[in-house]
């Protein structure tokens, strides 16, 4: 195995220089993308100019492209369920960060090693469940008929069945159960990987903990934190599955309204500017808030370098 | 782990300590890995068993078709047993079922959703059969989503009633052939609706106040919309403008901010006491109440209502679909499934009248809460017969606008 070194102009030099461009190896990816995402996505752009050939079983007509799907859309009762949907996903999200955040805190700096694979066991197990499954078993528990519903009555902590099932808060419940994970495992990487030693020297630097909390191991822990918000902001606004089964009635998100669009109303040009609108609707909201957070940061810095400008000129 | 099975070792009590929590731990991750790979097991076998399987995320846990109790003693069929079904919910006795042979079975909530899956797919969705009520035949057929049948094929057709054989959107069963028809009414929970509902105006007055956001309409446009058509005396084809825009006026300003759910099973849940009341179909009304007596449940408190003073009919065909790779199975299973005696067995499960002559005979008086199959000619009187044209896309519009203002 050491006998490595081949004369220049060995048999083996010469089938180096055949070797295809090193780019050959991001093909799989590319390809993925360009004929299961670029190319779908293509298609829903193109059908959202379209119009539905009226009595028919859904056929799309690009006899006279115009924008007037999405004309409709933003005059129509999507923009009430965008609201809604709008709602549910940004606080979700938020639960999400404020539960997910100690958890990972927890278990990057503070859990034993052996727990720690233990914790992150516990966390993964539930996705060996199917989506629809989970969500489904919330059914039963928030059921007024459910054990939950019973055992809280013989308690006697409720006069009555519990009535969450079919309501908001059924769904912010299965929205945050169900995305939960997505939050802790970037955090956990992004605050495990911090050396407990930058943590230590501010506090021998004299930090409180609070201090060292949001001066070191934030700011170190933010692509761990942005990497959480896109990974359950983007799909949870997306989500219709949770929204539809826990929420029934009251649960109609903006994934619902628009396979309601498809596959009830047969119109899948409505349906795909309804879509291109959530896209752009979702990337515009990320931009504000990166944006919000851009300057804040730009601002804490600013107040921060004048703090020091001050302790130096004394 | 018992006693018996005591390991005795002999450490510092830290080292005993450390021993037992790799133990523990070591245990915890054997079980939860054998208990993954059981789900995991048991995933691909459901699916390559054919359990029923659930679309577009309705909440119905679909027809367990798999289950081997009670296998019926019909006579074996011959030649081809295999074929995919896409149908409703709880619309086929399982044991009936499974004595055919293999049916994989999927499930929709409402045609217009059914229709929407088979255009789209092209003839590739994979399904060999379907069963779309009549009213929706003729676009369904020149769309060009449905085979048409070599009624040779099916001897046992001719046990069908004529009154239930070449209807007006089929003139000659060139596509369909009668599965069963049924009606639509309402359910409700007389602990909580204590006045009897006996119109529909009842129900929407129970609805507004007693069941205010506690009751479910079918999950489907044209049943939504009659409703309003039903409890006001217009007929639910209308297709003039000013009705359309004030049943849309009413269902979603008036109706649809009271509504729990969109649901079109709401009898199959009932044990899960989701609803106080509940727009209903007559045989879903039925295995809702049965499956309450199955869970030794009261099914007094409930009570079942053909609607008034009209109400719809419809009938449900079954269908092949185009480009079906399993015909000899389709017209197999449409011939074995119009035999009397297999009829029978299925009207006994699901609760709507097969149409079949003499199926009201032929149904034994043990099988309970008959009056809910079968109905009378005075109750004839306050059907009518459902249709596809102008106004659909207007119903499917009304009926998004209230599920939005259902959810705001």
């Given at each position: 195995m050491t006998a490595v070194s081949t004369p220049a102009n060995s048999p083996m030099h010469a089938r180096r220089?055949?070797?295809?461009?090193?780019s050959i190896l991001a093909f799989p990816a590319w390809f993925w993308f360009l004929a299961f995402f670029a190319a779908p996505l293509g298609l829903v752009v193109y059908n959202s100019f379209g119009s539905k050939v009226p009595q028919s079983v859904g056929n799309v007509s690009m006899a006279s492209p115009s924008l007037g799907r999405y004309r409709e859309a933003l005059t129509g009762t999507f923009f009430t369920v965008f609201e809604t949907t709008l709602k549910i996903a940004v606080i979700g999200t938020v639960l999400c960060l404020v539960i997910g955040f100690p958890v990972a805190y927890w278990l990057a700096t503070r859990a034993s090693a052996r727990l720690k694979g233990v914790m992150l066991g516990l966390v993964i197990?539930?996705?060996?469940?199917n989506f629809l499954i989970r969500t489904l078993s919330w059914t039963i528990v928030l059921s007024p008929e459910g054990y939950l519903s019973h055992q809280l009555q013989s308690w006697g902590?409720?006069?009555?069945?519990?009535?969450?099932?079919?309501t908001k808060t059924a769904v912010q419940i299965g929205v945050v159960y169900n995305y939960l994970p997505l939050m802790i495992f970037p955090l956990f990487v992004a605050l495990d990987r911090l050396d407990p030693s930058l943590r230590e020297a501010s506090k021998d630097l004299g930090a409180t903990p609070g201090r060292t909390f949001l001066q070191v191991t934030g700011p170190l822990a933010m692509p761990g934190i942005i990497a959480g918000l896109l990974l359950v902001y983007i799909p949870l606004a997306g989500d219709y599955l949770t929204a539809k089964i826990l929420?029934?009635?009251?649960?109609?998100?903006a994934g619902a309204f628009i396979a309601s669009q498809v596959?009830?109303?047969?119109?899948l040009p409505a349906g795909a500017a309804m879509a291109v609108i959530l896209i752009l609707l979702i990337l515009g909201t990320i931009l504000a808030v990166g944006g919000i957070g851009l300057a804040i940061a730009k601002m804490s810095q600013i107040r921060r370098s004048v703090y020091v400008d001050t302790g130096d000129s004394i | 782990m018992s006693d018996n099975n005591e390991v005795r070792i002999l450490t510092t009590p830290q080292g005993a300590m450390n021993l037992r929590n790799e133990m523990s731990r070591r245990g915890f991750l054997m079980v939860s890995a054998g208990a993954g790979m059981a789900a995991f097991l048991a995933a691909c076998g459901s699916s390559s068993k054919s359990a029923a399987t659930t679309t577009g995320g309705s909440t119905t846990s679909g027809a367990?078709?798999?289950?081997?109790?009670?296998?019926?003693?019909?006579a074996p069929v011959a030649g081809a047993k295999t074929f995919n079904l896409y149908t409703w919910a709880e619309y086929d006795d399982p044991a009936l079922m499974e004595s055919f042979g293999n049916i994989t079975i999927d499930i929709f909530n409402s045609n217009e959703e059914a229709v929407a899956k088979l255009a789209g797919a092209?003839?590739?969705?994979?399904?060999d059969m379907v069963v779309p009520t009549g009213g929706y035949i003729p676009q369904m057929a020149d769309a060009g989503l449905l085979e048409t049948l070599d009624?040779?094929?099916?001897?046992?057709?001719?046990?069908?009633?004529?009154?239930?054989?070449?209807?007006a959107w089929d003139q000659g069963n060139k596509y369909s052939v009668c599965k069963n028809f049924g009606t639509t009414g309402w359910i409700y929970d007389t602990q909580i609706v204590t006045t009897e509902i006996k119109t529909w105006n009842d129900f929407i007055t129970a609805c507004q106040t007693v069941a205010k956001g506690n009751c479910s309409v079918l999950d489907t446009a044209p049943n939504l919309c009659g409703v309003y058509f039903w409890a006001n005396g217009i007929n639910w084809t209308t297709e003039k403008a000013d009705e359309l825009d004030a049943c849309e006026k009413f269902i979603v300003e008036k109706l649809a901010p009271n509504l729990k759910a969109f649901d079109s099973y709401p009898g199959i849940n009932l044990t899960k006491g989701d609803y106080a009341l509940s727009q209903v179909w007559n045989g879903d009304a039925r295995q809702g109440l049965l499956k309450l007596v199955e869970a030794g449940k009261?099914?007094?408190?409930y009570k079942w209502g053909m609607g008034a003073p009209k109400t719809e009919i419809f009938m449900d065909n079954w269908c092949i679909v185009k480009g079906a790779k399993n015909l000899d199975a389709s017209y197999n299973f449409m011939n074995f499934i119009l035999d009397p005696v297999n009829s029978a067995k299925d009207v006994a499960f699901h609760?709507?009248?097969?149409?079949?002559?003499g199926i009201e005979k032929l149904?034994?008086?043990?099988?309970?809460?008959q009056d809910m199959i079968w109905i009378t000619a005075d109750q004839q009187k306050q059907l009518e017969t459902g249709a596809v044209n102008s106004a659909q896309d207007r119903l499917v519009a009304i009926y998004n606008k209230a599920k939005a203002a259902a959810g705001k």
């Open positions: 220089r055949l070797r295809l461009p090193r197990i539930p996705f060996w469940t902590i409720l006069g009555g069945p519990i009535h969450l099932l079919a929420g029934k009635a009251q649960g109609n998100m596959i009830d109303a047969q119109n | 367990g078709v798999s289950s081997t109790s009670a296998a019926s003693t019909a092209k003839g590739t969705s994979g399904y009624l040779s094929r099916i001897p046992n057709f001719k046990n069908l009633d004529v009154a239930y054989t070449n209807q009261d099914p007094k408190r609760g709507y009248n097969t149409g079949l002559v149904v034994p008086d043990t099988v309970t809460l």
